[in-house]
């Protein structure tokens, strides 16, 4: 499986994002499905989930601004991404348990600027 992330940009605080990663296979039997982060200098940090159960977790940070969606048919995950301040900038990531494997997309660059 493959996970094919898309989406970043460039955008000014406050604005908003959506981004999107779509898998080779399909995701309906993943285990988990979200997305993480890197910020500059910093560790890659989880930032969203969706579990089998249809469950969904938040970083603290991001609480109230992200949301994250699943799409079964298009085999897609989505991370809507609101509010966004300058502490958001960083490389995303798509992650996914998969069949008992975990996957990594390829990043996509969010930078928030004025």
């Known amino acids: 499986v493959q996970l094919q992330a898309y989406g970043g940009g460039l955008v000014q605080p406050g604005g908003s994002l959506t981004l999107s990663c779509t898998a080779s296979?399909?995701?309906?039997?993943?285990?988990?499905m979200g997305w993480s982060r890197q910020a500059p200098g910093k560790q890659r940090a989880l930032v969203a989930t969706?579990?089998?159960?249809?469950?969904?977790d938040y970083a603290d940070s991001v609480k109230g601004r992200f949301t994250i969606s699943r799409d079964k048919r298009k085999n897609t995950v989505s991370l809507q991404m609101n509010s966004l301040k300058a502490d958001d900038t960083a490389v995303y990531y798509c992650?996914?348990?998969?069949?008992?494997?975990?996957?990594w997309g390829q990043g996509t660059l969010v930078t928030v600027s004025s």
């Open positions: 992650n996914g348990i998969i069949g008992g494997r975990l996957y």
């Open positions: 296979g399909s995701i309906s039997s993943a285990d988990y």
């Open positions: 969706f579990t089998s159960d249809g469950s969904t």
